[in-house]
């Protein structure tokens, strides 16, 4: 499975942005998709994660009600929606995937795409 990500970018605290990420290769290996980041001087941490079948989601509790994740099946995309950027949401934002949710929100993820990085000013 390979992932493309995009939308990073520089935006003032408040405002939104929409990250993307498309996943190619074997569709078995992307049954779990999301979003992992990691701000300067901190560890990778999990954001969120949308399931294939049901569409199950879930969220890190630092951006529950704000952040959105939704999945375009049929182009197998994930996107992710945030709004009401903090300051502390600033970091690199790395698209994710594996077959188990289980796998996925311990980090032990099988497939990684390449980070965008989103920068919050205020």
């Known amino acids: 499975v390979q992932l493309q990500a995009s939308g990073g970018g520089l935006v003032q605290a408040g405002d939104s942005l929409r990250l993307s990420c498309a996943a190619s290769?074997?569709?078995?290996?992307?049954?779990?998709m999301g979003w992992f980041r990691q701000a300067p001087g901190k560890e990778r941490e999990f954001v969120a994660a949308i399931i294939r079948g049901g569409g199950n989601t879930y969220y890190a509790d630092s951006v529950k009600g704000r952040f959105t994740i939704s999945r375009d099946n049929a182009k197998n995309t994930v996107y992710l929606q945030m709004n009401s950027l903090k300051l502390e949401d600033t970091a690199v934002y790395y698209c994710?995937?594996?077959?188990?949710?289980?796998?996925?929100?311990?980090?032990?993820?099988?497939?990684w795409g390449q980070g965008t990085l989103v920068t919050v000013s205020s």
């Open positions: 994710a995937a594996d077959r188990l949710y289980s796998d996925f929100v311990r980090g032990a993820v099988d497939y």
């Open positions: 290769g074997r569709t078995s290996g992307s049954n779990t």
